[in-house]
């Protein structure tokens, strides 16, 4: 079974577990996490890019550099590998690019985030903008796009930093959400840096796809 296959099965079963994607520092630790019952794991430019480069996750590493540590990781376990794409690493025509890469290097899917390219901050940092919400979908809307013409089982998750946001705020991570399933066609939400279980039961009722925190 294709990798992008094997997590659809999983988001797609219905005995109500929870699907823990947890970070793979490098391929030795995800073969360890594999070992251990890990069912799917995330390669993200702070946690992996990180332990490779000492580099902080600032929009630093290149769309090559991301890919390539996720292709060892995805080579060396059967279990699903998700890609965190920050955002993007360019414009559309790089997030086409960046999605094509990802199939082909044996990724199961790809996060992209709302943040600007230039102005691209960790999460839990002060300051951090979000995008128009046009362009934001533009960005999704064209990473589906791209996904469907190779792997539809592809699967692109929508990171929504609007909650803390200076330009945000959680009416907006409302709206976002949604506007990130319905115009988007993301396959999976996620809620960045909820401030209350409160807080995520209402983002929860406002999609009807995927959702993470």
């Known amino acids: 079974m294709k990798p992008t296959s094997k997590l659809r099965q999983l988001l797609r079963r219905k005995n109500n577990n929870v699907l823990a994607v947890l970070g793979a520092p490098n391929a030795f630790h995800a073969k360890i996490m594999e070992a251990n019952g890990v069912e799917a794991c995330f390669v993200g ?41 920050d ?52 960005r999704y809307r064209v ?13 692109i998750m929508a990171q929504c930093y609007a909650r803390n946001a200076v330009n945000g705020g959680m ?15 993301a396959d999976w939400v996620q809620f960045e840096s909820p401030h209350s279980i409160a807080e995520i039961k209402r983002a929860r009722r406002v999609v009807k796809a995927l959702f993470r925190r």
């Open 45 to 85: 430019t702070s946690i992996t890019g990180g332990n490779y480069t000492g580099q902080p996750d600032l929009g630093i590493l290149s769309m090559t550099e991301c890919v390539e540590f996720a292709k060892w990781i995805a080579r060396s376990v059967k279990i699903p590998v998700i890609l965190d794409g």
């Open 87 to 138: 955002t993007g690493h360019g414009g559309i025509m790089a997030v086409r690019r960046l999605v094509k890469e990802c199939i082909e290097a044996g990724l199961a899917g790809l996060r992209l985030d709302d943040q600007p390219l230039d102005q691209k901050r960790r999460t839990g940092s002060a300051g951090i903008s979000i995008i128009s919400r046009e362009d934001a979908v533009m």
């Open 143 to 155: 990473a589906v796009d791209a996904k469907n013409e190779v792997d539809r089982d592809f699967v």
């Open 171 to 185: 009416a907006e991570l409302l709206k976002r959400l949604r506007l990130y399933e319905t115009g988007g066609g």
